[in-house]
């Protein structure tokens, strides 16, 4: 039996996001639950309302400081405490940087790492009156090793940094960082991947590991457990055999297709450029 009744959920109208407020949802528990698409998280309103929670939906880019701040303040006018939040929303690319824009890329990092500000820093006040609460933010086990797409596995490691020191800072005030490390779960996110490597799951499998883990207020753990031990194998090795493993499951440098993507770009950008 959960002891969260009162919880808040980015990303949830979809994958993860949607399997753990399915996994929360029950009589009793209230749930606010965010992401861009209002008409997709009303579709999940009444999943979870089926089950006998209460939802609370709110169509909100969590990139939008303004607008997460002002949904976050109307959801504790209902439930006044709050006892989760999973700052679950997340972007990904093809995993192959070099192919996409200087804006494309800044993307990735505002919705990975400033999404999870703008999502657990306006409930400290309350957890912090209430002297409890769990922050949860779902990172990924790209974050710890150079794996293709850097600027992902960047984003996931800047939060998995935050998170530490979110937890040494508020240490005793009663409120808990976990940090979960996901490694490939079969989501919307990694339709348009072309890099799928190992221990690949369901969203609904890595959402039972999920919820076992917050449960236990875990800090920082890898999911599954099996990636885990193979990461922190992969980094006892000397350098050079670790660079060995990550160009086998890097993608060939197709260095003709980046160049003809930048004329490409180039002469789009020209053909837009207004008359002097």
């Known amino acids: 039996m959960s002891s969260y009744k009162n919880l808040f959920i980015t990303g949830a109208s979809r994958g993860i996001g949607r399997a753990l407020a399915l996994a929360y949802a029950g009589p009793g528990v209230t749930l606010g639950i965010c992401a861009r698409e209002l008409k997709h998280l009303k579709k999940v309103k009444i999943e979870l309302e089926a089950k006998g929670a209460t939802v609370y939906p709110y169509g909100v880019d969590v990139v939008n400081s303004a607008l997460m701040e002002n949904s976050i303040s109307t959801f504790l006018t209902k439930v006044k405490t709050i006892d989760l939040v999973i700052a679950n929303a997340g972007a ?88 979960l490390n996901p490694g490939n779960v079969k989501t919307d996110m990694h339709k348009n991947s072309t890099f799928q490597p190992p221990f690949l799951v369901s969203a609904e499998k890595m959402a039972v590991l999920m919820k076992k883990a917050i449960q236990a207020k875990k800090r920082n753990v890898m999911l599954p457990r099996a990636l885990g031990i193979g990461i922190r194998f992969t980094l006892m090795l000397p350098w050079r055999f670790q660079r060995m493993i990550l160009r086998s499951v890097q993608p060939k440098l197709d260095i003709q297709k980046v160049l003809s993507q930048k004329k490409t770009k180039k002469k789009r950008n020209n053909s837009k450029r207004p008359q002097d």
């Open 92 to 179: 990904i690319l093809a995993l192959q940087d070099h192919l996409y824009s200087t804006n494309e890329l800044n993307s990735i990092i505002d919705i990975n790492v400033k999404g999870v500000i703008n999502t657990t820093r306006p409930f400290f006040e309350t957890m912090l009156e209430q002297k409890k609460g769990q922050c949860v933010v779902v990172s990924s086990a790209a974050g710890y090793y150079g794996v293709p797409g850097g600027t992902y596995g960047a984003s996931k490691a800047a939060v998995r940094i935050l998170m530490d020191s979110w937890r040494v800072r508020f240490h005793k005030t009663g409120i808990i960082f976990t940090t």
